[in-house]
């Protein structure tokens, strides 16, 4: 039974990159971005890929990143400089990146049965590779969330958080929203291109479909971390948003362990956030809003 909880953190922290992802473009930037979708099954394939012709697990997850973050920066130029609308250019590029992931691919899905990863090098805490995977996901979720939080705090991410706060004030301070709206949506889908390789890693397979409905566990994710530790500190958010990761799927894993069909848990996610909104209040872009409803 432990061993079931500790694979639900594992893969909670495999989605962590994610969430941070989603995070940083919709509370930070405040731009509504459905390119995870497509972001995080290119970071996935992408990383199967390379790991399936022997590359090494350091290159293939930089890959991915890089181009999770290039999806990203092809969202904000159509946003920032077409001028079309945020939740348009985001599926405008999720519709492209799935023929491009498919392509990239060769095949709808790659096994990874025979992937090595040197974690036998890392004690297991008595829980055989779930132990291992989880002081390796621990580790690279910890650099994240400070590379994040220091990076926030720079001049840099004083700026992409202005203009997610009032991009009007950001312009009139001669902020360049254009770049920066574009610099942070790349940042933010090359976490989730991130997450989509761990995650593909994880589980042993990558398939091309394996980001549909990203979009909606990265904000139930931040909407969970939220509600919980109500974080009033950039920092405490993002510890936050990884807190409300590892719960996330710690509640899937509470409902399959209750009986619920694989099939009910599209309704049973609908259901916790809808809950996890009206609890805890949160301003969502388009959502929690005034005026969103209508």
Same mark, same amino acid.
């Given at each position: 039974?432990?061993?079931?909880?500790?694979?639900?953190?594992?893969?909670?922290?495999?989605?962590?990159?994610?969430?941070?992802?989603?995070?940083?473009?919709?509370? +930070?930037?405040?731009?509504?971005?459905?390119?995870?979708?497509?972001?995080?099954?290119?970071?996935?394939?992408?990383?199967?890929?390379?790991?399936?012709?022997?590359?090494?697990?350091?290159?293939?997850?930089?890959?991915?990143?890089?181009?999770?973050?290039?999806?990203?920066?092809?969202?904000?130029?159509?946003?920032?400089?077409?001028?079309?609308?945020?939740?348009?250019?985001?599926?405008?590029?999720?519709?492209?990146?799935?023929?491009?992931?498919?392509?990239?691919?060769?095949?709808?899905?790659?096994?990874?049965?025979?992937?090595?990863?040197?974690?036998?090098?890392?004690?297991?805490?008595?829980?055989?590779?779930?132990?291992?995977?989880?002081?390796?996901?621990?580790?690279?979720?910890?650099?994240?969330?400070?590379?994040?939080? =220091?990076?926030?705090?720079?001049?840099?991410?004083?700026?992409?958080?202005?203009?997610?706060?009032?991009?009007?004030?950001?312009?009139?301070?001669?902020?360049?929203?254009?770049?920066?709206?574009?610099?942070?949506?790349?940042?933010?889908?090359?976490?989730?291109?991130?997450?989509?390789?761990?995650?593909?890693?994880?589980?042993?397979?990558?398939? +091309?479909?394996?980001?549909?409905?990203?979009?909606?566990?990265?904000?139930?994710?931040?909407?969970?971390?939220?509600? +919980?530790?109500?974080?009033?500190?950039?920092?405490?958010?993002?510890?936050?948003?990884?807190?409300?990761?590892?719960?996330?799927?710690?509640?899937?894993?509470?409902? =399959?362990?209750?009986?619920?069909?694989?099939?009910? =848990?599209?309704?049973?996610?609908?259901?916790?956030?809808?809950?996890?909104?009206?609890?805890?209040?949160?301003?969502?872009?388009?959502?929690?809003?005034?005026?969103?409803?209508?």
């Amino acid at each position: 039974m432990l061993a079931i909880w500790i694979g639900a953190i594992d893969q909670g922290l495999a989605y962590a990159g994610l969430a941070l992802g989603v995070y940083l473009t919709l509370r +930070v930037l405040n731009f509504a971005d459905i390119t995870v979708d497509g972001s995080f099954a290119l970071g996935g394939g992408s990383a199967a890929l390379l790991l399936s012709e022997h590359v090494a697990p350091p290159l293939a997850l930089l890959v991915a990143v890089a181009l999770g973050a290039l999806a990203g920066t092809v969202t904000g130029l159509i946003h920032t400089r077409l001028g079309v609308n945020d939740l348009f250019a985001g599926i405008l590029t999720t519709t492209g990146l799935y023929s491009v992931t498919l392509r990239l691919m060769g095949r709808s899905n790659i096994p990874l049965t025979d992937l090595h990863l040197a974690l036998d090098r890392l004690p297991d805490l008595g829980f055989g590779s779930d132990g291992r995977w989880l002081l390796a996901l621990l580790l690279v979720v910890a650099g994240l969330v400070g590379l994040l939080a =220091l990076g926030l705090a720079t001049d840099l991410g004083l700026a992409l958080r202005a203009i997610g706060n009032n991009a009007v004030m950001a312009r009139s301070n001669g902020i360049s929203t254009r770049r920066g709206l574009t610099l942070g949506i790349a940042a933010g889908n090359g976490l989730v291109a991130l997450a989509g390789a761990l995650v593909a890693m994880y589980q042993g397979f990558a398939d +091309v479909t394996m980001g549909i409905g990203s979009l909606i566990l990265g904000l139930g994710a931040v909407i969970v971390g939220e509600s +919980v530790l109500r974080p009033r500190t950039v920092p405490q958010a993002l510890v936050a948003v990884v807190l409300g990761s590892v719960l996330f799927r710690a509640m899937i894993a509470l409902a =399959l362990q209750l009986g619920m069909e694989p099939v009910d =848990l599209k309704l049973a996610t609908a259901l916790l956030l809808l809950v996890a909104l009206g609890l805890g209040r949160l301003r969502i872009p388009g959502v929690s809003e005034p005026g969103g409803g209508r």
